[in-house]
């Protein structure tokens, strides 16, 4: 198969797509190509400044495009239902494509508004919300899809469904690779829901490789160790940029022979880098009885009902 490029976008006039944290980096890029494509483009961002500057960049770099801006906080359950509110006014109630993006990684110990570990609460408890909330929009006009980017750090994730607040001890990488592993849990149950309960809707995930984005230098910059701030921006020698690591979300979000439940990632050097194709999970990563409980657990923890879909 050829290398899939921007190039390879299909012509999105017509549809509506959500993308969280679409201010920097990866999603950034994603709302770009899509709203060039044609979409009608909402870029869910939790800081309101950089939302509204991501938002002219939009406008001004696909001039015409039809783009919105949606305060989301995924931090914040009350946030992440308020958003939801304002994405179905915004989507005249029907959603084609809902980009899981926005993430937090290698954090000190941090807690979310609702009380949760800071990145299982925003990579994944957050996500799984905002999808149930959304839920009524998606596949009331055709196929729709749910692109819920991951990482390759997930294959050194396990859920410890015993310590999921971290009361008894963290470690921040292992609570990062267990979002992480988390995100393609939460995929592949979705998509058996929704084949059980007929819905079209797509469940998709994807991961960058290794790309420059802003999301390694936040750990070291609430630790107070600018030095390894400092020293993750020097390592950006040695990874993909930003447009790169977009390309396997974009390439979940709109290739027509994609299959429910499939992972998408770089192809060359261990999946770090290079064109997107399909992309290795770990044996734990395809634990339905694991990706079942979890959902269970995720919907106690955010109040949203189990079987809604």
Not at 127 to 149: E, Q
Not at 182 to 209: I, Y
Not at 281 to 301: F, I, K, N, P
């Amino acid at each position: 198969m050829h290398s899939w490029t921007f190039d390879d976008m299909p012509d999105l006039s017509g549809t509506t797509a959500v993308v969280t944290g679409a201010n920097s980096g990866i999603g950034a890029v994603t709302a770009l190509v899509l709203a060039r494509s044609g979409a009608r483009t909402i870029l869910a961002c939790r800081d309101p400044e950089r939302g509204a500057r991501a938002l002219q960049d939009v406008r001004r770099a696909a001039p015409g495009s039809d783009t919105r801006l949606v305060g989301l906080d995924l931090a914040d359950l009350s946030s992440v239902a308020e958003a939801a509110g304002h994405i179905a006014k915004e989507t005249d109630g029907s959603l084609d494509l809902l980009v899981n993006n926005a993430g937090v990684m290698a954090l000190p110990l941090l807690r979310t508004t609702d009380g949760f570990e800071m990145q299982f609460g925003t990579n994944h408890l957050g996500h799984f919300a905002l999808t149930h909330h959304l839920l009524p929009l998606l596949g009331t006009g055709g196929m729709s899809r749910v692109v819920t980017v991951s990482s390759l750090a997930h294959r050194i994730g396990r859920i410890d469904f015993g310590n999921l607040d971290a009361a008894r001890g963290y470690d921040k990488w292992r609570a990062y690779a267990q979002s992480k592993l988390a995100n393609l849990l939460f995929t592949a149950e979705l998509q058996r829901r929704a084949d059980e309960a007929g819905r079209p809707v797509l469940a998709l995930a994807a991961h960058p490789g290794l790309s420059a984005t802003e999301l390694g230098q936040a750990g070291p910059r609430l630790a107070g160790r600018t030095w390894a701030a400092k020293l993750e921006r020097a390592t950006r020698v040695y990874t993909q940029p930003a447009s790169a690591g977009a390309l396997p979300t974009l390439y979940a979000a709109t290739l027509p022979t994609a299959l429910g439940g499939s992972y998408y990632g770089p192809r060359l050097l261990g999946g770090t880098r290079g064109a997107p194709g399909p992309a290795r999970m770990s044996a734990r990563a395809q634990d339905m009885d694991t990706a079942r409980t979890l959902w269970d657990e995720s919907a106690r923890l955010t109040g949203t009902p189990a079987d809604a879909i």
